[in-house]
């Protein structure tokens, strides 16, 4: 089974930049499609985007398309979020998906991301 641990959130200045990891811990990735959600207090968990990790394809919540950039590294256990020029709006937790191809899904805890100067 694996865990998913997200890391590299924090405080941000706005118009800052945003780069989360996602990782994984007890296998890769390759059988997944990672994706990436934040949750403001009180709402919906929004889905961002999210990559099938053994073909690299992506996809995109229309309304963020162009603002996030989701990859994958070479060893295929590490999955990254980018968000370039912060906004106040998007200081949520953010959190990491895992899904096999078989249906099992797996959440990461979720890292906190502030935006504040």
């Known amino acids: 089974e694996v865990q998913l641990v997200e890391s590299g959130g924090g405080l941000v200045q706005p118009g800052g930049s945003l780069r989360l990891s996602c990782a994984a811990s007890g296998s890769t990735l390759d059988n997944y499609a990672i994706g990436w959600f934040r949750q403001a207090p009180g709402k919906e968990r929004e889905g961002l985007s999210c990559i099938k990790v053994d073909v690299g394809n992506t996809y995109y919540k229309e309304s963020v398309r162009g603002r996030f950039s989701v990859s994958v590294n070479d060893a295929g256990d590490t999955v990254t979020l980018q968000r370039g020029s912060l906004e106040s709006e998007d200081a949520d937790v953010y959190y990491c998906?895992?899904?096999?191809?078989?249906?099992?899904?797996?959440w990461g805890q979720g890292t906190q991301v502030t935006v504040s100067s």
């Open positions: 998906r895992g899904e096999t191809y078989g249906g099992s899904v797996y």
